[in-house]
């Protein structure tokens, strides 16, 4: 596609407005490939506020517009439900276990082999963790919720779960103690938070606090900060942020996340997506980035009453190239595809789930009216 053919089928502010933005992009791309992209996908720009008259941008995606209209339907019907169960109140405190269940324990499907040290250390770890849940769960329905103090009670929680003697045999495996436990210590705080945050407005600063809490748990390092060196990655052709501008970049992106309207505006798997990819482009921290980029997705997913999604480990290949396309050629298509079939698929989950209890439940009244029949004769 020529530059001349594709102007004449837009308007010429479309494509100066473009070309001013693609300009300040650091990519790959061609002015051609790029102007494709624009004008035949939804194309998202992640930028700062203006300043002085001029915007910085640091990158962009592009995406196909998607029907959503089948997943609306389950995410309505699972709301009706939820709200039925709970008689009619809005408080998290009358949420089904079986249903939080679901919500939680997506993220542990992390492998099948039921003998692997993965398996076993995670199916330990979900069932000890979960007196600790409901212990922050019940202080946060009476306190107010603090992202700082959640935080310091999941890490407690996770040095007293290690305690246990059934992780002696895990002790010297970093691979299992640093990637996986403290992986699902982090998605309990990044579960917890998306429900406080439900209905409100976040701010910048909430989301870096955010950042900064959800990594120190998910990497076990307290009061890390930006990487300021550079790095390499072994898998894709492109170069992370450089060092340098981290902290530019980080600022950039909180700033787009809590006060742009096109992330507004996006679907909250489009916006998880691109939320993911740019934490994976950027690189902040010195390890585990693709982990924390994850998990602050599904806090985007949670927040807005969405499934949480886990990438079993037989879509890992698919995933890392997903995303290597995606900050490669500014086409997050394929990424939004994985997302998007995670979500559909528990809340399938979830949707069967309530329709068991809601069974369960009219089987109760029945027998309750049927008791009550029976004493009145």
């Given at each position: 596609?020529?530059?001349?053919?594709?102007?004449?089928?837009?308007?010429?502010?479309?494509?100066?407005?473009?070309?001013?933005?693609?300009?300040?992009?650091?990519?790959?791309?061609?002015?051609?490939?790029?102007?494709?992209?624009?004008?035949?996908?939804?194309?998202?720009?992640?930028?700062?506020?203006?300043?002085?008259?001029?915007?910085?941008?640091?990158?962009?995606?592009?995406?196909?517009?998607?029907?959503?209209?089948?997943?609306?339907?389950?995410?309505?019907?699972?709301?009706?439900?939820?709200?039925?169960?709970?008689?009619?109140?809005?408080?998290?405190?009358?949420?089904?276990?079986?249903?939080?269940?679901?919500?939680?324990?997506?993220?542990?499907?992390?492998?099948?082999?039921?003998?692997?040290?993965?398996?076993?250390?995670?199916?330990?770890?979900?069932?000890?963790?979960?007196?600790?849940?409901?212990?922050?769960?019940?202080?946060?329905?009476?306190?107010?919720?603090?992202?700082?103090?959640?935080?310091?009670?999941?890490?407690?929680?996770h040095n007293d779960i290690l305690k246990h003697k059934v992780?002696?045999?895990?002790?010297?495996?970093?691979?299992?103690?640093?990637?996986?436990?403290?992986?699902?210590?982090?998605?309990?705080?990044?579960?917890?938070?998306?429900?406080?945050?439900?209905?409100?407005?976040?701010?910048?600063?909430?989301?870096?606090?955010?950042?900064?809490?959800?990594?120190?748990?998910?990497?076990?390092?307290?009061?890390?900060?930006?990487?300021?060196?550079?790095?390499?990655?072994?898998?894709?052709?492109?170069?992370?942020?450089?060092?340098?501008?981290?902290?530019?970049?980080?600022?950039?992106?909180?700033?787009?996340?809590?006060?742009?309207?096109?992330?507004?505006?996006?679907?909250?798997?489009?916006?998880?997506?691109?939320?993911?990819?740019?934490?994976?482009?950027?690189?902040?921290?010195?390890?585990?980035?693709?982990?924390?980029?994850?998990?602050?997705?599904?806090?985007?997913?949670?927040?807005?009453?969405?499934?949480?999604?886990?990438?079993?480990?037989?879509?890992?290949?698919?995933?890392?190239?997903?995303?290597?396309?995606?900050?490669?050629?500014?086409?997050?298509?394929?990424?939004?595809?994985?997302?998007?079939?995670?979500?559909?698929?528990?809340?399938?989950?979830?949707?069967?789930?309530?329709?068991?209890?809601?069974?369960?439940?009219?089987?109760?009244?029945?027998?309750?009216?049927?008791?009550?029949?029976?004493?009145?004769?």
């Amino acid at each position: 596609m020529g530059i001349k053919s594709a102007n004449a089928s837009v308007k010429k502010y479309d494509f100066e407005t473009f070309m001013r933005k693609f300009e300040k992009v650091v990519g790959q791309l061609t002015i051609e490939e790029g102007y494709k992209l624009y004008t035949e996908k939804k194309c998202i720009f992640v930028n700062s506020k203006p300043k002085q008259g001029a915007k910085e941008f640091s990158s962009f995606y592009c995406f196909n517009e998607r029907d959503y209209s089948a997943l609306n339907l389950v995410l309505s019907d699972i709301s009706k439900k939820i709200s039925a169960l709970r008689k009619g109140s809005l408080e998290r405190a009358d949420k089904m276990d079986k249903v939080e269940e679901i919500m939680r324990g997506v993220i542990y499907e992390v492998e099948s082999d039921p003998e692997s040290a993965v398996f076993i250390s995670n199916y330990y770890y979900k069932k000890f963790i979960k007196p600790y849940i409901k212990k922050i769960y019940d202080y946060y329905t009476k306190n107010e919720f603090d992202a700082n103090e959640c935080k310091q009670m999941y890490m407690q929680a996770h040095n007293d779960i290690l305690k246990h003697k059934v992780f002696g045999q895990f002790v010297d495996s970093n691979y299992i103690i640093n990637n996986f436990l403290t992986f699902n210590t982090a998605f309990q705080f990044v579960f917890e938070y998306a429900y406080s945050k439900r209905y409100t407005e976040k701010t910048k600063e909430d989301f870096l606090k955010l950042i900064f809490n959800t990594y120190e748990l998910e990497s076990g390092h307290a009061n890390q900060g930006f990487r300021s060196h550079n790095v390499r990655i072994r898998k894709g052709n492109w170069t992370p942020v450089d060092g340098s501008q981290v902290g530019k970049s980080m600022d950039i992106l909180s700033d787009w996340y809590a006060n742009s309207r096109d992330a507004k505006s996006l679907n909250p798997i489009e916006l998880a997506c691109i939320i993911h990819c740019e934490l994976v482009r950027m690189q902040p921290f010195s390890d585990g980035n693709h982990r924390l980029a994850r998990l602050v997705a599904n806090e985007t997913l949670i927040e807005a009453d969405f499934p949480s999604v886990s990438i079993p480990f037989n879509l890992r290949d698919e995933y890392n190239k997903a995303t290597n396309k995606a900050i490669e050629e500014h086409d997050i298509d394929d990424l939004i595809d994985i997302y998007y079939e995670q979500v559909y698929k528990n809340a399938l989950k979830i949707n069967k789930c309530l329709d068991k209890e809601e069974k369960k439940q009219e089987n109760q009244d029945r027998k309750r009216e049927n008791e009550g029949a029976e004493m009145q004769l």
